[in-house]
């Protein structure tokens, strides 16, 4: 697949089918994660596979009520947590470089190369951003010094999702001052 086609087919995906995932098949989407770059390559992502009922359970509650993708994670055949080390990326002798979060920008790297490979793969992802990530980091053990960032649910797609409609680039581009 062209990575265009890629970025602009990949969709978020709420609703799947029953169909387990095939043995091996997240181990490849996670290389995919671990190639993403990285704050001076300190590769800060870390992943938890969730495969079970009741600890899918526990991060459905950790999710708003009104979350959409509740569902997708109550019901897809894995869950994959993303997990930042928090003193890492961003970080030079020890000491942060400024107040910037860096570990989140790059787990959001780790986890678009998931979600583009996933889709690549005939899968489908939702990223899951809206939630208590502290109730969540109890849930999976998460130790000090971590945090759960976000977590996509992966699986089969039921039915095809159709794209949003997007800004037109002149909304979005601007050259030498916005």
Known sequence: ????????GRRSVRKYTAQPLEEGLID???DAARWAPSWANMQCARYIVVKDPGTKAK????MSPRNPAREAVANAPAVVVF???IDASGYKKGQPVD???WHMFD??????NFCLAAHARGLGTVIVGSFDYKKAGEVLAVPEGY?????????YPEGESKAPPRK???ELVFHEKM
């Open 99 to 101: 107040d910037k979060a």
């Open 107 to 112: 787990v959001g790297l780790a986890m678009e």
């Open 168 to 170: 037109e680039m002149s």
């Open 59 to 62: 991060l459905v509650e950790t």
């Open 83 to 85: 997990v930042g080390k």
């Open 28 to 30: 490849e989407l996670l």
């Open 1 to 8: 697949m062209d990575v265009f086609e890629g970025i602009k």
């Open 147 to 155: 945090q759960v960032v976000a977590f996509t649910p992966v699986g």
